[in-house]
């Protein structure tokens, strides 16, 4: 019996990837860039066996088992087994894999991005594979592609129709910017509502901004945020990414029927984060939503600790909370100037409160770990 275990991190879109070209091969309308977090706080965990004792392919994701006829998993399968290094009896052993996620399943926090990558992370090291294995991830699905490198990574659409050259690649390791830190605002755990494969699909379909989005804005949008990355440049990479979830959610509401993610709490963020940027004069915060309510926050390190005081103050945790409300990394000092408090407290948010926040920061990409 042959075995492998991998972890694979969550990434989180600050160009948004919405629309696909090829639905079966999927391949997007538009480039995306992410930041792959680290593993430490948010990851898919896969462990991936073949044996000649096995009787077919089988597939547990969260302890339940699936059905491994699913058209993207074999997508995956197959793509692995072509380009497999083993040889050809051991390439016919059946194979079972077991998969659990220690975040949330389905609600906006990239859960199937971080489940495919591992996915194929796991096989490609099973079945001795080199060379670049984001194409195989995102034919399971297509944000998945980024989750398998680390640090900043831009997912080229590519212009193949057989998608050879949509694939992932990193624009900066993680220790190009070790300053930058992600809050990732946890509203609800809820599955989310409309699937984004279902979703993009009805927005291809039916919004017309979602055609100006792809043909007038992302092009130009994408290589701006490569430099504000390459460069560090907080302010503008800060105004990129929200400018860019911006658009992304209004293409939603563009689409007919809407798909709406966010919801009043969303919205919430949106304003204070807003307010915040305002009443310390400089950009020092950025938002950014993918297809649910959940909010990831991008900013600096040094202002974690006041970014955190303010965001106690306006969505306390509530009294019957009794997970751990903040979870990940350190934080010291935890406290909001009195000025900018009063200067927000100004501004009427509506009363809100998180399940829970998750701090983190940009992280080195899939780990393999040592199986006994
Ligand atoms: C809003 O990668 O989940 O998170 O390719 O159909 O599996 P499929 O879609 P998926 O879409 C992610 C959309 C997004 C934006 C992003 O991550 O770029």
Not at 164 to 188: M, N
Not at 279 to 297: Q, R, S
Request: charged share 20%.
């Amino acid at each position: 019996m042959n075995i492998v275990t991998c972890i694979a991190p969550v990434n989180i879109a600050v160009i948004k990837y919405w629309g696909k070209r090829d639905e079966f091969l999927i391949l997007p309308t538009n480039d995306s860039i992410s930041a792959t977090l680290d593993t430490d706080q948010l990851h898919a965990r896969t462990t991936v066996m073949i044996s000649p004792d096995f009787k077919e392919d089988r597939i547990w994701l969260n302890g339940k088992e699936e059905d491994v006829k699913n058209a993207r998993l074999q997508n995956c399968l197959k793509g692995i087994r072509k380009r497999s290094q083993l040889s050809g009896y051991t390439n016919d052993w059946k194979i079972h894999i077991c998969s659990k996620n220690n975040f949330p399943t389905a609600a906006g926090l990239a859960s199937s991005a971080a489940g495919y990558a591992c996915l194929t992370a796991a096989l490609a090291k099973l079945y001795k594979i080199e060379g670049d294995i984001s194409i195989i991830a995102r034919s399971g699905s297509g944000s998945a592609c980024r989750s398998t490198i680390g640090g900043f990574v831009r997912w080229h659409m590519g212009s193949d129709k057989y998608g050879t050259d949509s694939l992932a690649k990193q624009i900066v390791p993680a220790s190009h910017w070790p300053e930058l830190r992600i809050l990732v605002l946890v509203v609800s755990d809820e599955q989310k509502k409309v699937p984004s494969a279902i979703g993009m699909k009805r927005s291809m379909e039916t919004s017309q901004l979602l055609q100006h989005r792809i043909m007038h804005v992302v092009p130009e949008r994408a290589n701006k945020m490569q430099r504000a990355i390459v460069e560090k440049d907080f302010k503008n990479f800060a105004q990129l990414t929200m400018k860019d979830s911006n658009q992304f959610h209004a293409v939603c509401l563009d689409t007919y029927p809407p798909c709406i993610y966010m919801n009043d709490i969303s919205n919430s963020i949106i304003n204070l984060v807003h307010s915040y940027n305002d009443a310390v004069n400089d950009v020092k915060v950025a938002y950014t939503f993918d297809a649910g309510p959940n909010a990831t926050l991008y900013l600096l390190e040094k202002d974690v600790s006041a970014v955190i005081g303010v965001l106690d103050h306006f969505f306390p945790p509530s009294e019957n909370v009794t997970i751990e409300y903040r979870r990940g990394l350190p934080v010291e000092g935890i406290k909001p100037s009195q000025g900018i408090l009063e200067k927000l407290e100004l501004q009427k948010y509506p009363p809100g409160q998180l399940r829970y926040m998750i701090y983190t920061k940009v992280g080195d990409g899939p780990k393999y770990l040592n199986n006994p």
